[in-house]
């Protein structure tokens, strides 16, 4: 069965530098999904990036970009320019690609904790 | 707001007692999932409901929980004769439904607490 494990429960980072979200999975499968989400306090879950296992190119997304490791079947999260309105848990999540459509398994969770 | 909306957001039950919740997606979304988040964990997928189709149950939808989306549209979830265990966030989220890698949209959830 498919795991993905975050190994930081908790992170703290200063306002406007950089941090970076560990995220390793286990999988026998070649083709996937990766994603990273975002949970604010008391507020609902928002996707902030996401990556197709075939695609070679790590994704950006302003502030935020991933490394991924398909061999080493990890999934990091870079944070730049850090903001106080990144303080939340974030979760990595895994999804099959031609399996359980849809069902995203995912990690504990890292609470990120951003500094003024 | 069109985003996906939950009902109620908190309840207290107490133990033996039989809860709904109730999940409207976004308008043109036909997929629904169902989800459990307890504390300190992630979220654990549930069900999900492609229109009216139940297509996937995980085993942790024990024979008390019964989902159903009768008309494609909000979806309830139910969960018969609660146990303390039960006490969780459930969260509903909502996608297009056109393939794999689509963008879940999660919903504010609902907290239970059973006493």
């Known amino acids: 069965a498919q795991t993905v494990t975050q190994s930081q429960p908790e992170m703290s980072v200063q306002e406007a530098e950089t941090v970076t979200l560990s995220c390793t999975y286990d999988?026998?499968?070649?083709?996937?999904?990766l994603f990273w989400y975002k949970q604010p306090p008391s507020r609902q879950m928002i996707l902030v990036i996401r990556q197709e296992a075939y695609k070679q190119q790590n994704a950006t997304e302003n502030r935020f970009s991933v490394n991924f490791q398909k061999a080493a079947k990890s999934f990091s999260l870079k944070i730049s320019d850090s903001q106080l309105g990144d303080a939340a848990m974030y979760f990595c999540?895994?999804?099959?690609?031609?399996?359980?459509?849809?069902?995203?398994?995912f990690g504990k969770g890292t609470k990120l904790s951003v500094k003024p | 707001d069109t985003g996906v909306s939950q009902n109620p957001r908190h309840k207290i039950t107490k133990r033996g007692q039989n809860v709904t919740f109730r999940c409207d997606p976004i308008s043109e979304h036909n997929r629904l999932y169902w989800y459990r988040q307890t504390l300190g964990q992630g979220p654990e997928f549930l069900t999900y409901?492609?229109?009216?189709?139940?297509?996937?149950k995980s085993r942790l939808l024990s024979d008390r929980f019964s989902a159903e989306r009768p008309k494609g549209s909000f979806s309830t979830l139910e969960i018969q004769r609660t146990e303390q265990g039960d006490s969780a966030m459930y969260l509903c989220?909502?996608?297009?439904?056109?393939?794999?890698?689509?963008?879940?949209?999660f919903g504010p959830g609902t907290r239970l607490l059973v006493l």
């Open positions: 999540a895994y999804e099959d690609y031609g399996g359980s459509q849809g069902n995203l398994i």
């Open positions: 409901f492609q229109n009216e189709a139940q297509l996937e």
């Open positions: 999988t026998s499968e070649s083709d996937y999904y």
């Open positions: 989220a909502s996608s297009l439904g056109q393939g794999a890698f689509e963008t879940q949209y």
